[in-house]
């Protein structure tokens, strides 16, 4: 496994490379829900880079950019094991150089959910994503269903722009317990850890109210509501009923509708979804 | 010459190309400034794609997009004679469809010239730019001199984003009356060509004055507009000494200061500019 840290290095090794690459950008502090991204990547493509950068730009003034959890040795060690080809791991210092202003910005669909919470989020992600992606030029990319809206809008990203590859969407990891994977795990402490489960109780909620034929999104909305208001460690950020696409909240569920979710359990902010099928 | 009017088409036919590609993006209804980018792909790459596409999004509400000039076939013709290899011509639905909202924007450069008389204008460029790269995926991309301050955006934006081309500078070709080409100059009666000959005056007076060792930017600023304003058909929109990378205004002239105008000639805006050395 090649490890490379700057950017003119990676386009000079990318540059001799003739077969399709497969790319799982990812933050590093490997869980495995980034394990599962590779483990797909790895059967689609016969060369896969990894980047592990923590994006300054995607992360609010308020955020946890400084304290986010960083392990590069463990990483190191579970890509490796995974038979990743090169992990890719620029400093912040070239990626954002001192009067580095260009952005890529998808407008609409960033304005709500995350977006709504975290102005700034979205265009720090597009910015970055593109990129990774021009200096890696992948075939196919790699990103989790656990980040719905993150999803969203890199397709949008990559449609709008015309960018030559293909997003691949792979499912959300979870705990046995059902706790989504997320690097932000790290900051519950154990009680927190099982107040945090009622986020994906309260999406599977959904879906059997869904399996058992209510498609009022308000009625399934509040069912949640209610769920979660009982877990007095649990703060909701938002409950959306919408669109798969436009991420328009519906009033009358339909099949491929997301529900999503963002509650804060003590200080620690999660997300989580399902798509009702 | 092969002619391709959609965008999976020619991303087809680029899939075939194994060898660097040279790319001229225009607007069509080419004159020799054209040619000239042309000429100069030619020599450098082995295979040559031109782009006509007249870029909505660059044009603000008020200015001429629909009325600019447009000569499809004449377009063809001249560069079939210069063997350009594929002719790439997309339609504006294909380029913006009805739900597209994704822009790349450098901001800071863009504020100033240009961009502080038509505020959305590099937006659009930078977006279609951005859009046409990847689509086309040169090794080389070729713009005029004449847009100075849309060669340092896009400059920018390669740099900021890490695309994977190169851009190189083709010097302004003018007219021998000394007006710098451009598509724009068909707006112009006999009357108004004659008085636009202003501009490239008085950019000749201001090398004139470096070389003979003015320094004083203010000064020369001064005499460009003094020399202008006799000239009762032109309005001046702005004249410029600055840094050619910041576009910062220069109080001290130094080697490859950019002088720039914007002078309006009855109804039609113009543009020019030397750099000095």
Redesign the interface.
């Known amino acids: 496994m090649k490890i490379v840290d700057n950017?003119s290095e990676m386009?000079l090794l990318r540059q001799q490379i003739t077969v399709p690459v497969g790319f799982v950008p990812t933050m590093g502090y490997l869980h495995e829900g980034h394990i599962s991204l590779v483990k797909h990547a790895k059967t689609e493509n016969s060369l896969l880079v990894v980047s592990i950068f923590v994006n300054p730009t995607q992360f609010g003034p308020t955020e946890d950019f400084k304290q986010y959890p960083r392990d590069t040795q463990r990483d190191f060690s579970l890509l490796d094991r995974e038979n990743v080809d090169i992990v890719f791991m620029p400093s912040d210092e070239e990626m954002y150089p001192g009067d580095?202003?260009?952005?890529?910005?998808?407008?609409?669909?960033t304005d709500r959910l995350e977006g709504a919470s975290r102005p700034t989020h979205f265009k720090g992600v597009?910015?970055v994503v593109?990129?990774l992606f021009?200096?890696i030029?992948p075939a196919r990319a790699y990103f989790g269903q656990k980040d719905a809206q993150q999803l969203l809008v890199i397709k949008?990203?990559v449609a709008?722009?015309?960018?030559?590859l293909e997003i691949i969407t792979v499912p959300t990891m979870r705990e046995p317990d059902g706790l989504a994977m997320s690097s932000r795990n790290i900051y519950l402490n154990p009680k927190e850890h099982q107040a945090a489960l009622v986020l994906y109780q309260s999406l599977s909620l959904a879906h059997k109210l869904w399996r058992q034929g209510e498609r009022n999104a308000e009625i399934i909305r509040q069912e949640m509501e209610y769920l979660i208001k009982k877990q007095p460690l649990a703060e909701i950020n938002y409950i959306s009923i919408a669109d798969n696409n436009s991420l328009e909240e519906l009033d009358t569920v339909i099949p491929q509708t997301l529900v999503s979710l963002a509650v804060k359990i003590g200080r620690t902010r999660l997300i989580d979804n399902i798509l009702l099928k």
Chains 1, 2 share one sequence.
Do not use: S
């Not at 202003?101 to 407008?107: L, Q």
């Open positions: 950017i386009r580095f202003t260009t952005w890529v910005e998808v407008n609409q669909i597009t910015t593109a990129k021009n200096i030029q949008k990203m709008d722009l015309n960018m030559n």
